[in-house]
């Protein structure tokens, strides 16, 4: 983190220099949409660098295979000396800083900018509007300090974006960009200027339009120009005087025909922008700071005694909100958000097992709508589990903005069907914390009972034993290779069985009309409740009982041992030096499996147990993937583990602020790691649990820990906690 000061609510650097590392980690966005932390200013021809995201946004690499879009550069405005239509003068910068405001997620750039014998004072600040998620603002002030005279202000939006598709196989690069949007118009405005894009395939209108206000110590002509590679602009020139300061607003409307009818994005998008500029940016930026006010009050989690970790933590929590378009119910957040178009933008089980817990204690309808994009994807899901040739529902491993499958690995895509339980446990999380009913009827049920049919289409059964077996499974430890009777995966495989049964019989009694209409819309017939009931009963869990430890599948304990040391010298993942082939037939670990399922489960398993899992299979995992930090710290705190427990939470909370695998820059933020950082703190080493309707506390704070204090919304009341080394309380707020 050496180019990088942490300072309560905002982070800083002083390095000028353009870098992946630091845009990706001064990403800024409202979950609608957010750019990486490139500059205003930069002209640099970087088409796939300069990355603005929108969720959602989604054209097709090739047949079947789709890409999150990089949209057009709208953030476009700098200064420059003299007149604006002679861009051969040549400068320098110095005195740079830039800072990230986690408060408000106001992104800044101050410099001194030197051309010949003249100086300016630039600072040029930027939002994303939580409050209006279709709004966008950057201010440019300038000063001179040592001089009078001409200068020149251009604004623009730059339509030559593009991608640069990274491969699946994380050993390969590519070196291929990729154009996703048609131009159909770009076109001068009163006050600025409008382009109107197309995606090529999925045919996902864009309308972009700014419109510029100066100070009133600005007197300025305009003039307008659209260059052949895709660029509009417009140029204001004015006179400047020594010592004072001048201010050039740019006001950014956007919209897509994924909010409304195509034909109307134009209009809407002037209009917005119209009722921008009657605003005005002090009015636009108070909105927003006053929404971001309202999630903090409930998100943050304030940390006495350690700045630098409390800094780390609202950096976590700032990204998480600024990756999730909380009202969209046909969106989930990608393994890199929208940070990056990493994994083409895909959505995983990141989702639910290690960001939703987050969102379900601070903002419920984000998590509500998180989980109706996988209601609103189950068509796919059940064409996804006929083509798979079973029964049901069954979530596909990777998948975009209409659920299809999108991986192109077949061991893992055909394999890591535990997502398909990671999903209905997801439901059953969201409903059991927030004791919304209507909520299971109208989505979960379903869910429940359609991939229960999955499951019980899935496992094989032996007459000879007279036992199922689930064949060809590969569970979250990716470097188990393709296994038999994965752990974690038939525990949850079971656990979905029960929340289907669990939930017809309660349906039965309290909504019996609604679980006749559910019956009649699936086509399910109750005597299939039979062969759930019989797998239940005949499905081993492959324990070992002399050392109290649950064994990760059947092959795990042949596999070869590694002297993981001769190998593994730093964070770097070992693939890079290993195959997969070879790696999956030593006996390490990707990331946490059975340590994984533990913490999902707490309740269900003895201290003994989850000790000898520590001490069993700790040891041997790489980390190589960035989901395995943050649950090792939870697990650890919660066993007591602290020394451990300190030094992973440190790994993930850092994760991409102190760059410890190696490509924040290239890759963008590790998002679940943001919430299985969360994860850590909240239900590890603050210790909170909520069972059978009980609020519990059993608190371990790491030793630079003084005070711990934060907000959960459990069944519909705001708790408030605060936690010391010695003692906690908790009020019901609300």
């Not at 630091?22 to 990486?36: Q, V």
């Not at 077996?469 to 525990?491: A, M, R, S, W």
Request: glycine share 6%; proline share 3%; net charge negative.
């Amino acid at each position: 983190m050496g180019q990088l000061k942490l300072n309560d609510f905002s982070i800083t650097a002083i390095d000028p220099k353009q870098s992946d590392y630091l845009e990706s980690i001064f990403y800024h966005g409202n979950g609608y949409m957010g750019a990486r932390g490139f500059a205003c200013e930069d002209t640099s021809i970087r088409p796939h660098q300069k990355g603005i995201y929108m969720a959602g946004m989604f054209d097709f690499l090739k047949d079947g295979i789709t890409d999150m879009v990089n949209t057009p550069d709208f953030l476009g405005l700098r200064v420059l000396f003299g007149n604006g239509d002679k861009e051969n003068g040549s400068f320098t910068i110095s005195d740079f800083s830039q800072s990230l405001d986690l408060h408000d997620g106001v992104f800044s750039r101050e410099y001194l900018m030197q051309g010949g014998d003249q100086t300016l004072h630039v600072r040029i600040s930027r939002f994303f509007s939580l409050h209006d998620v279709h709004v966008v603002g950057v201010r440019l002030e300038i000063t001179p300090t040592n001089f009078s005279g001409l200068v020149s202000c251009i604004a623009s939006i730059d339509t030559i974006s593009c991608n640069l598709p990274v491969n699946d196989d994380q050993v390969k690069k590519n070196n291929q960009c990729v154009n996703y949007m048609d131009i159909l118009f770009k076109t001068p405005l009163e006050k600025g200027c409008l382009a109107v894009l197309e995606t090529k395939s999925t045919k996902i209108g864009l309308a972009e339009a700014f419109a510029i206000q100066c100070s009133s110590n600005i007197s300025h002509t305009s003039t307008y120009y659209s260059d052949s590679d895709g660029r509009i602009s417009r140029i204001d020139t004015f006179n400047v005087h020594k010592g004072e300061t001048y201010c050039i607003d740019k006001l950014i409307s956007v919209f897509t025909s994924r909010d409304i009818d195509k034909p109307l994005i134009k209009n809407y998008t002037i209009e917005k922008l119209n009722a921008c500029c009657e605003k005005g940016y002090e009015r636009l930026l108070e909105e927003n700071r006053s929404e971001w006010k309202n999630r903090w009050e409930t998100a943050d989690i304030e940390i006495s005694g350690d700045p630098k970790a409390q800094c780390g933590v609202r950096y976590n929590i700032f990204q998480l909100i600024c990756n999730n378009s909380q009202d969209d119910d046909h969106v989930s957040i990608g393994a890199r958000g929208l940070t990056h178009p990493r994994y083409k933008g895909c959505y995983f089980w990141d989702t639910e097992i290690f960001m939703l817990p987050f969102f379900i204690h601070t903002n419920p309808t984000a998590a509500k709508n998180l989980l109706k994009y996988r209601y609103n994807s189950l068509p796919s899901a059940r064409e996804h589990s006929r083509r798979m040739n079973t029964s049901g529902a069954r979530f596909p491993w990777m998948t975009s903005f209409d659920g299809s499958e999108q991986c192109e690995s077949w061991d893992t895509g055909a394999c890591e069907m535990h997502i398909t339980c990671d999903v209905a446990y997801a439901f059953d999380h969201y409903i059991r914390v927030s004791g919304d009913l209507s909520f299971l009827y109208d989505y979960a049920a379903e869910v429940y009972i359609e991939t229960a049919r999955f499951w019980a289409s899935r496992f094989t059964y032996d007459p000879d034993k007279d036992r199922y077996n689930l064949l060809f499974t590969k569970g979250p430890d990716e470097y188990c290779g393709v296994t038999h009777n994965n752990t974690y995966t038939i525990y949850l495989s079971i656990y979905n069985f029960q929340l289907a049964l669990l939930t017809t019989e309660h349906m039965k009694k309290a909504c019996p009309a609604c679980l006749d209409e559910l019956y009649r819309k699936i086509g399910f017939d109750s005597d299939e409740i039979e062969k759930w009931l019989d797998i239940i009963k005949k499905t081993e869990i492959n324990y070992d009982d002399s050392k109290k430890l649950f064994i990760e599948d059947d092959t795990f304990m042949l596999l070869e041992p590694l002297k993981i040391s001769d190998y593994k010298k730093d964070n770097t993942p070992l693939y890079h030096q290993i195959c997969f082939d070879r790696l999956q037939r030593y006996r390490v670990l990707k990331q946490a499996d059975v340590i994984l399922l533990m913490t999902l489960f707490p309740s269900h398993f003895t201290d003994e147990q989850k000790n000898a899992a520590w001490e069993f299979y700790e040891p041997l995992t790489l980390h190589d993937s960035t989901l395995s930090f943050g649950t090792h710290a939870l697990l650890g705190a919660q066993i007591n583990k602290m020394d451990k427990a300190w030094d992973y939470l440190t790994k993930s909370l850092y994760l991409d602020l102190d760059n410890i695998m190696g490509n924040t820059g290239s890759e963008g933020l590790h998002v679940a790691s943001l919430g299985a950082t969360w994860q850590a703190v909240i239900l590890g080493f603050a210790g909170v649990s909520f069972s059978n309707g009980v609020i519990d506390v059993n608190p371990r704070l790491p030793e630079t820990w003084d005070h711990l204090k934060f907000t959960l919304l459990i069944q519909g009341k705001k708790v408030s906690f605060s936690i010391n080394k010695d003692n906690w309380d908790m009020k019901i707020l609300e």
